[in-house]
T-cell receptor
């Protein structure tokens, strides 16, 4: 069965700290990977996506993620977080079609 | 672009009442998805459509839930009768064929008392 695991449910950081959120997936065949962000009271928005090619993917707002096939991982990183990055982050995986399986999400709180 | 439009944004109802949630996808998108978000279970896919045809409804929790897409610009998710455990935020999303990128609506927050 397809599944996505996010190991950190709640993360609290100070501004300017570095961020890494873990994501592991279990998927047969070709996999497309995504990170979505949900700011408080808003809908989910795409941060970045990986379909193929360079395993280091850069997204909006300074976020990046690295696809490591051997580890079935797609961790999200940002070198220096800002208070405005406070949000919930979802990793998602899909098998080439449009049906995505989401992880349970990671709540990030950035303190001033 | 208008984005995915959902209504109502908030709904409070009593147990046993019928609830209808509505969604207008982005024009030109041929996939439409209904997700449910709860604290306990995160984001769950309930059902999705391709070209107005239901493709996978295995996530629909019970027969009390039904979804329709009568045309390319409108879909409904109906719960009848509603129960307190149905309280959640219901998201509609749409996408183009094979892009894998979903565009989400603002969600409908349902509270069943």
């Amino acid at each position: 069965a397809q599944s996505v695991s996010q190991h950190n449910h709640h993360v609290i950081l100070s501004e300017a700290a570095s961020l890494e959120l873990g994501c592991n997936y279990s998927y047969g065949g070709t996999v497309n990977l995504f990170w979505y962000v949900q700011y408080p009271g808003q809908h989910l928005q795409l941060l970045l996506k990986y379909f193929s090619g360079d395993p280091l993917v850069k997204g909006i707002k300074g976020f990046e993620a690295e696809f490591i096939k051997s580890k079935f991982s797609f961790n999200l990183r940002k070198p220096s977080v800002q208070w405005s990055d406070t949000a919930e982050y979802f990793c998602a995986a899909g098998g080439g079609g449009n049906k995505l399986t989401f992880g349970t999400g990671t709540q990030l709180k950035v303190e001033l | 672009d208008a984005g995915v439009i959902q209504s109502p944004r908030h709904e409070v109802t009593e147990m046993g009442q019928e609830v209808t949630l509505r969604c207008k996808p982005i024009s030109g998108h041929d996939y439409l998805f209904w997700y449910r978000q709860t604290m306990m279970r995160g984001l769950e896919l309930l059902i999705y459509f391709n070209n107005n045809v239901p493709i996978d409804d295995s996530g629909m929790p019970e027969d009390r839930f039904s979804a329709k897409m009568p045309n390319a610009s409108f879909s409904t998710l109906k719960i009848q009768p509603s129960e307190p455990r149905d309280s959640a935020v219901y998201f509609c999303a749409s996408s183009w064929v094979n892009t894998g990128e979903l565009f989400f609506g603002e969600g409908s927050r349902l509270t069943v008392l």
